[in-house]
């Protein structure tokens, strides 16, 4: 699948947040031929999940001479798809000012408002009491898919119509490596999601969601603690994952680090 990162310096972790995260954005845009473009200086995505991470660019070096065009273009395109807000990305070794300069005249802004927190696996607290009536099992099919999506959606508070949306995106994601989804069940009830993707050398937790009935179980820290020992199995080294507030300290008691902060432009249109 890719190259596995075994460095754990503070810096090879960061990169390795951040490599996930940019590989992931490209398994996005490849799932939608019709919408895909990746040309070696921009990745660009969309879906119709209205949230400013599904639907975006990604820059691969410096800007150069000609790059106006194509973010013109890139802004007419999603203005043409009726989309709110999207956002504008980095590779792990280019930096924000190497942008900034660029994206503000064209009307982006900053954020870096979200945690970047990563862990050696070989290092990982699996002391957690086990939650009693509680299981996880991984996601292997369409059916399954569709619970899982309406656990996620509903245990982030998301509205209804998200529902089908996510579950014809994760269809395309593919059931199968590098991306996998786990169901957690409480006695028999679905209640708690995650997702691993493994990409940029590391394994990637997104999609953590837990039902507001079943949480300060420690259901949310099981469900994440799985895929990562599952990613340890097949030989992976780091862990990494971008924090809500909500999970942040979930996270520490785990061992994940907070190594940086997610940096991006980003558009309202």
Known sequence: MNTIQTNVSDEALVTAIRANMCDFFRRISRVNP??????????????PLPHPWFTGALSSNLPKGGDDPFIDETIQYFRDKKVNTFTWWMEPHLKPSGWESLLSKHGFSFSNDTPGMAIDLHEMNESMQAVDGFEIHEVNTEESLRIWARIFVNGYGNPPDWESIITDLWIKLGLDLPVRNYLGYLNGKPVATSTIFYGGGASGIYCVATLPEARGKGIGAAITLKPLQDARTLG??????QSSKMGFNVYKRLGFRHLCQIENFYLSL
């Open 34 to 47: 019709e919408e895909h473009l990746e040309n070696g200086q921009f990745t660009r995505w969309y879906t």
């Open 236 to 241: 992976y080294r780091v862990g990494v994952l």
